[in-house]
């Protein structure tokens, strides 16, 4: 699909349709009509550059990755033999491993000729442009975005800006937040992060929206939750190249759940998984969906294009189905895996012990305990 053809639409300022006003509580059916109607008051922002920059998949149509299914991904990475209980790391190692950097050569374009010339570019165009001012300017940090956009450097800068735009937008998900206060997440088992990685070399986060209670904590520590994650991955030179899963296991999702799904709650999902944060994803599988999730994508499917769509994969409770894209000896063995799970906490206890990861997860804004300001002081 070329840059012309992409069709991607944003809400207008102003429309915030709440789930619960589709609720007809007299005899607890659901308006799907409305809400498609009322969700599809949408407007095309004319900006060619920034719908493409929507875009969830970042690669050219002429690549064969862009479709196809994991288990045949031209990453072939052993799964990670290593015992699921073992001490939590992230492999900061630049370059990464050779069969991930001929898959960014192949799919991204990355060479070292490519990747001095755009940094250099890149950084000119964002002091030259003034339309944000990133805490880092150096070719770690820039890398990241420019691996997210295949290293076309207009798209890349465009993503930088947005990554910073969001931030000023939601200060109560980056700022004066805790990583060791975001325990509860982990005890209420709402979202988790497997220690190893899948067969292809990719991380997979997993939400469990069931167990989330939305009386005892909004949903604005499930973002904080989220994105304190995805800083965490995109220090990964690897995962910056290869991307990721999302598995979303909606067992037990009530109506409750569903009336938090605004269309601005919406716009963040898709900000952070889409448009807003140097990282790709892969694919969304979709697990024990039921009617209510139809209410919550009723909601989202608008703000997604074709392609993104065909990125989301729905197996309902066949096991069998989501093994078709992530092999069991990748998956937990609540899917029908083999892998031990790894509650969030343990995640942020081991990678709070590491300097080399404290200190970049500080320079963002992260809140340090006494010890840790000492650690890296004198790292």
């Known amino acids: 699909m070329s840059d ?38 949408i407007e ?12 969830l998949l970042q690669d050219n149509s002429t690549k064969t990755e862009i479709f196809e299914d994991a288990l045949n991904d031209p990453v072939d990475l052993k799964t990670d033999e290593k015992s699921d209980e073992e001490e939590l790391d992230l492999d900061l190692e630049e370059p990464p491993p050779p069969e991930v950097m001929e898959y960014a050569r192949r799919e991204l ?4 000729e490519v990747k001095c010339q755009t940094l250099e570019e890149l950084r000119d165009m964002i002091y030259e442009r003034g339309e944000c001012s990133p805490h880092r300017m150096d070719d770690a940090f820039l890398i990241r975005f420019l691996r997210a956009r295949n290293f076309n450097i207009h798209r890349a800068h465009r993503l ?59 949903v604005e520590e499930i973002f904080k939750a989220t994105v304190i994650i995805l800083e965490l991955g995109a220090l990964e030179p690897r995962a910056q190249i290869l991307g ?16 938090t799904m605004t269309p601005q709650i919406a716009n963040m999902v898709i900000a952070l998984m889409v448009t807003s944060f140097p990282m790709k994803t892969h694919a969304i599988h979709i697990l024990h969906q039921s009617w209510v999730f139809d209410v919550i994508y009723s909601v989202f499917k608008p703000l997604l294009n074709k392609e993104m769509q065909e990125r989301v994969f729905f197996h309902g409770d066949d096991m069998s189905s989501l093994h078709k894209h992530i092999k069991p000896t990748s998956l937990p063995k609540m899917y029908g895996g083999t892998r031990e799970e790894l509650p ?30 000492a650690m890296i002081k004198n790292w």
């Open 44 to 55: 095309d922002t004319g900006d060619i550059e920034r719908m493409y920059e929507s875009m």
């Open 109 to 112: 374009g990355e060479t070292d």
């Open 244 to 259: 990721g899963f999302v598995i979303f296991d909606l067992r037990d999702i009530t109506m409750t759940h569903a009336w």
């Open 160 to 218: 930088i800006v947005r990554y910073y735009n969001f931030k000023e937008s939601h200060p109560e998900i980056h700022e004066n937040v805790d990583p060791l206060k975001m325990r509860h997440i982990g005890d209420d088992d709402v979202m988790t992060v497997p220690g190893y990685r899948t067969e292809c070399g990719r991380r997979m986060m997993i939400y469990r929206m069931g167990n989330w209670d939305p009386k005892k904590y909004g």
């Open 4 to 41: 012309m053809n992409a069709d991607i639409l944003t809400i207008k300022n102003g429309d915030n349709l709440e789930i619960n006003q589709l609720y007809n509580k007299k005899d607890g059916s659901i308006n799907l009509e409305k809400s498609m109607r009322e969700v599809k008051k």
């Open 344 to 373: 969030y906490y343990k995640w942020i206890d081991s990678l709070s012990k590491k300097p080399k990861i404290v200190k970049p997860m500080h320079e963002i804004g992260y809140i340090l305990t006494d010890e840790q300001l």
